[in-house]
């Protein structure tokens, strides 16, 4: 079977779109023993991220094990995780908190 996501931390709530992904499918992103199933809520871009669990507002979105950024709102498992729901540290919450030069 032809891998459709990725994984790129265990510690990661978020997975990276392969391909273009529908709504209803189903997605099987796994590393290192950590697996999960996940029914899509919404279409996925190649190259976007999806949710793996709840997520819920305020809290960290992690990729490549570390945050980066913020949920804007409650985000479910298998919704699109982008700007409309995600604050990007790179600019938003850094630039905030440190000023123009984060």
């Not at 996501?5 to 950590?34: C, F, H, M, R």
């Not at 996940?38 to 190259?47: H, K, S, V």
């Not at 809290?59 to 980066?68: A, Q, S």
Request: hydrophobic residues 35%.
């Amino acid at each position: 079977m032809k891998k459709r996501s990725i994984l790129l931390n265990e510690k990661d709530n978020v997975a990276t779109a392969l391909t273009d992904l529908k709504a209803g499918e189903k997605v099987y992103p796994e590393l290192n023993g950590v697996s999960y199933e996940i029914e899509l809520r919404e279409d996925i871009q190649f190259a976007h991220k999806f949710a793996l669990r709840d997520i819920a507002q305020g809290e960290e979105v992690l990729k490549y094990g570390m945050p980066i950024g913020k949920a804007l709102q409650d985000i479910k498992a298998g919704e699109w995780v982008h700007v409309h729901n995600c604050r990007s540290h790179r600019f938003g919450f850094h630039r905030e908190k440190y000023g123009l030069n984060a």
